[in-house]
T-cell receptor, first 116, second 109 residues
Framework: EAGVTQSPTHLIKTRGQQATLRCSPI?????VYWYQQALGLGLQFLLW???????NRGNFPPRFSGRQFPNYSSELNVNALELEDSALYLC???????????????FGDGTRLSIL | GQSLEQPSEVTAVEGAIVQINCTYQ??????LSWYQQHDGGAPTFLSY????GLEETGRFSSFLSRSDSYGYLLLQELQMKDSASYFC??????????FGTGTRLLVSP
């Protein structure tokens, strides 16, 4: 069974540019999550998508956005990039999740975004 | 605010037992999860507790006390490959996982 795949592995941008990160979930998983992991810090929740809809959002500005496609793959878009956006962006997927139940989240290897 | 506190680093020798504690203060609580992350790798799910008590999965066990807002991960028969960072995470609702800053476990021969 293929795991969660993310592309690209590395992405280098300059301030003010826009970045698009992609994620393909494990087959059969409908929920996709995005996290930011800055150097030396824990994971910060960004977004949760399920069945094509944004279900929850972390404390990030609106320039962080995304979408989920009919095949359940997902994109994270970051506009007007700032230096502090440099981080590892991790995507995870799970079986369909309700508000409070816990489906283990399976992570991809991440996209390392560097802002120059 | 939301906070999860874990020790920053723990050291142990092969074959030993180690406990990694996690105390939390969150606005919502639906369960406590543990993840392992090797350097340069993806986090991998280890265990989950929604109710008080001990959950055992092979060499790893996880405990939760909701009244104390406290949990721990117990690793037995430590192996070199267990050297990694371990994160606790609280599901605060709507699948928002709030992660601790992680505990780096160093296992020596």
């Amino acid at each position: 069974e293929a795991g969660v795949t993310q592309s690209p592995t590395h992405l280098i941008k300059t301030r003010g540019q826009q970045a698009t990160l992609r994620c393909s979930p494990i087959s059969g998983h409908t929920s996709v999550y995005w996290y930011q992991q800055a150097l030396g810090l824990g994971l910060q929740f960004l977004l949760w998508y399920d069945e094509g809809e944004e279900r929850n959002r972390g404390n990030f500005p609106p320039r962080f956005s995304g979408r989920q496609f009919p095949n359940y793959s997902s994109e994270l878009n970051v506009n007007a990039l700032e230096l502090e956006d440099s981080a590892l962006y991790l995507c995870a997927s799970s079986l369909r999740s309700g508000t409070g139940d816990n489906q283990p989240q399976h992570f991809g290897d991440g996209t390392r975004l560097s802002i120059l | 605010g939301q906070s999860l506190e874990q020790p920053s680093e723990v050291t142990a020798v092969e074959g030993a037992i180690v406990q990694i504690n996690c105390t939390y203060q969150t606005s919502g609580f639906y369960g406590l999860s543990w993840y392992q992350q090797h350097d340069g790798g993806a986090p991998t799910f280890l265990s989950y507790n929604a109710l008080d008590g001990l959950e055992e999965t092979g060499r790893f066990s996880s405990f939760l006390s909701r009244s104390d807002s406290y949990g721990y991960l117990l690793l037995q028969e430590l192996q070199m490959k267990d050297s990694a960072s371990y994160f606790c995470a609280v599901n605060t609702g709507f699948q928002k996982l709030v992660f601790g800053t992680g505990t780096r476990l160093l296992v020596s021969p």
